[in-house]
């Protein structure tokens, strides 16, 4: 077979992950009929690659085998090339991925698909070295050996091809039963964290150990609505641990993708936006519940990395930093940003060195590579000179700014700047900081604006002040909606509530399963793929389901809606079977669980103009108080923003609290203590 004329398509794409392979020898070709219409016309097989831009080992099998002339040319001569961003289309990257783990019992990223020009799967695997390495094969004889199994045993390749869709086909989720969990369901899934939990250590699980970011907030809602001492204690002392450990950027705060090791010591150095929304929201929340100073330093510091680092010159958040930078001589090394010897402190720090390597645990052996340490805090108990640590922190973060940095992917992913709008406004709102809700209200604004057409579907993506052609998903709705409800509550601006119900309007015609209240992640009306994904675990993020159920439910409990709640409470229906199963990886359907157990309580403040100084305490009471879920509406009597401002008059010419839920409303109270009290706060 000659050559096709080598063309790689991925120059004018918006994602940076696709476009770090626009000069790459491969002719790749962007997900899309076209591509495996040539894969037809040419009558050969479909490599399927998928990764993202933070992705370390995406980088190395980049640089190994599609920066290889010798490879790609193997590649487009025997294949149609095809690279997706997991990032801007979730909904490829779960259908394949599922088949990918079903087949191997694992899967990550890079993930590498060979598929039939049909887009049916038969050959899996994730990186591939290039050339054979601990008992895995090399990538070009893993090209070899496909190409050899297409064209001599091509009606064996379609039947497995074919079985692999069947399988999958019949692993549709069974949704048995509508009722969302109850009391026992709850109690049996803190039991089951309670087994799997690090008790030494914090978290859940062994090595590799992330972050429960949604566990944790289903913890601290268990013991606001329980009283339950152990749940508080699981979720506090695993935000320490992370908060102490090298998953935390001591100097510039925000945290890792990961943990490699269970001490929470060495990370997989890529920052995520997604981690530092949701971990944001969890230590406002640990503070909220218990005061601790150490949670309010993290959830500020948090805050203002994803502002100072992550925001765009649009308002909305990137992605992503690498894990990978240059290291000073021109290499590409993970974590070369973050990582420490004796000898550069002492070289910044002179006589300060010493009492800096005992704070953050900087040795002459190293906790990393090389004789390098990642930043930590082992010292619990060590009193030390704040005032000395703050000036070493400075200087350090000063000489680490003249560090080559790590790359940032700057798209704009909607479900993550919802994340981001709802952890934002709240930390701003808990700690007087309204620069935080400018910027939650700046992103919001920005996905209003660019991510929303006129019928207020929204799309998965924008770079640059431009919209991505791919739709939404599932998440992209469930967690705009929610931050945009966070937003409402604490900006008392209807317009966010508005907003919300027409993103949550599409999740009811478009992704809900009328017979059974099953949730889809992909709208009706999507790309047809070899089967519609559908997943209520949770994985880095919220699922998409639980995320829509909590957004229904919150806007129900703003809006009295009956659609929005059964809705909410059918959706739920599998956590009852899941969350006593498996807690972990179903942590924000728990939560969300939560909510509806605890009503949720509905909130309305009025007072008699917004600058008037006990409508803005009674406000902040409301919005501090630890009943899961509550919603919040704030305003004057006879507002029209929010359907439960309706009927709630001032008492005596004062503002006043109005306290409601399972349609039972307490007496208004002026004081704070009062509604400080009818919250459990």
Not at 287 to 297: D, L, M, P
Not at 585 to 599: S, T
Request: negative net charge; aromatic residues 8%; proline residues 6%.
């Amino acid at each position: 077979m000659s050559r096709v004329a080598s063309v790689n398509r991925l120059g004018d794409a918006t994602s940076p992950y696709l476009l770090q392979h626009a000069d790459n020898p491969v002719d790749w070709w962007p997900w899309g009929p076209e591509a495996f219409a040539e894969a037809e016309r040419r009558g050969v097989p479909v490599l399927l690659s998928v990764g993202y831009s933070a992705c370390h080992w995406c980088h190395v099998m980049a640089h190994e085998s599609f920066e290889d002339r010798a490879t790609a040319d193997y590649l487009n001569e025997h294949f149609v090339s095809v690279k997706v961003d997991r990032e801007e289309r979730p909904d490829i990257d779960a259908v394949y991925m599922e088949a990918v783990q079903a087949a191997t019992g694992q899967g990550g990223w890079p993930m590498t698909v060979f598929l039939t020009p049909d887009a049916e799967p038969f050959y899996f695997g994730t990186y591939f070295p290039p050339a054979p390495r601990h008992g895995m094969p090399s990538f070009r004889q893993v090209l070899e050996g496909v190409r050899s199994a297409w064209a001599d045993r091509r009606d064996e390749v379609a039947e497995v091809a074919g079985k692999i869709v069947r399988d999958l086909a019949e692993r549709e989720i069974s949704h048995q039963g509508t009722r969302p969990p109850g009391e026992q369901e709850l109690a049996q899934a803190l039991l089951g964290l309670t087994r799997e939990y690090d008790a030494q250590r914090g978290g859940f699980g062994g090595a590799p150990k992330f972050p429960p970011s949604m566990v944790v907030e289903f913890l601290l809602r268990h013991h606001a609505r329980t009283g339950a001492e152990g749940a508080l204690q699981m979720a506090a002392d695993t935000c320490e641990r992370m908060a102490r450990g090298g998953l935390y950027d001591q100097l510039g705060g925000g945290f890792a993708r990961y943990s490699v090791d269970r001490d929470w010591t060495v990370p997989h150095f890529e920052k995520m936006l997604y981690d530092n929304a949701l971990l944001c929201r969890v230590y406002a929340h640990l503070w909220r519940a218990t005061g601790s100073e150490q949670a309010r330093r993290v959830a500020l510091e948090t805050a203002d990395f994803m502002v100072r680092e992550l925001r765009t010159e649009e308002g909305g958040f990137a992605s992503a930093l690498d894990a990978d930078s240059d290291d000073g001589t021109g290499a590409h090394v993970e974590g070369a940003y973050y990582v420490w010897t004796p000898a550069q402190l002492d070289e910044i720090l002179g006589p300060d060195a010493e009492l800096a390597a005992r704070y953050f645990g900087v040795t002459a052996d190293g906790t990393f590579e090389h004789g390098q340490s990642v930043l930590q805090l082992p010292q619990q108990d060590v009193v030390s000179d704040a005032e000395k640590v703050e000036s070493v922190k400075r200087r350090l973060l000063a000489a680490r700014a003249l560090r080559p940095a790590p790359g940032r992917d700057d798209k704009v992913v909607a479900a993550w700047n919802g994340l981001a709008v709802a952890a934002l406004a709240e930390t701003g709102a808990y700690f007087d900081r309204p620069d935080l809700v400018e910027a939650a209200v700046g992103a919001a604004d920005l996905l209003v604006r660019l991510h929303l057409d006129d019928h207020a579907r929204i799309a998965r993506t924008s770079r640059d002040g431009r919209a991505g052609a791919n739709a939404g998903v599932l998440e992209d709705y469930g967690d705009v909606a929610e931050g945009f409800l966070a937003l409402a509550s604490v900006t008392g601006e209807g317009v966010w509530l508005e907003f919300a119900g027409l993103l949550l309007d599409h999740v009811l015609t478009g992704f809900t399963d009328p017979e059974t209240g099953a949730l889809y992640d992909t709208a009706s009306d999507a790309e047809r793929l070899i089967r519609r994904p559908q997943d209520p675990t949770d994985n880095a993020t919220p699922s998409g389901w639980t995320a829509a159920a909590g957004a229904l439910l919150g806007y129900a409990a703003h809006t009295g809606s009956e659609p929005h709640r059964t809705a909410a409470e059918r959706a739920l229906g599998v956590v009852g079977t899941l969350g006593p199963r498996v807690p972990r990886f179903v942590g924000w359907g728990l939560a969300v669980a939560e909510a509806l157990l605890d009503g949720p309580r509905e909130i309305a403040v009025v007072g008699p103009n917004r600058r008037d100084g006990r409508l803005a305490e009674l406000h902040r009471t409301a919005l501090l108080g630890v009943a899961p879920g509550a919603v919040v509406a704030v305003g004057t009597p006879g507002s029209d923003e929010f359907p439960l401002l309706a009927g709630r008059p001032l008492v005596g010419d004062e503002a006043a609290a109005y306290v409601c839920r399972n349609f039972t409303c307490d007496a208004p109270t002026t004081e704070p203590e009062g509604l400080r009290a009818a919250l459990g706060g």
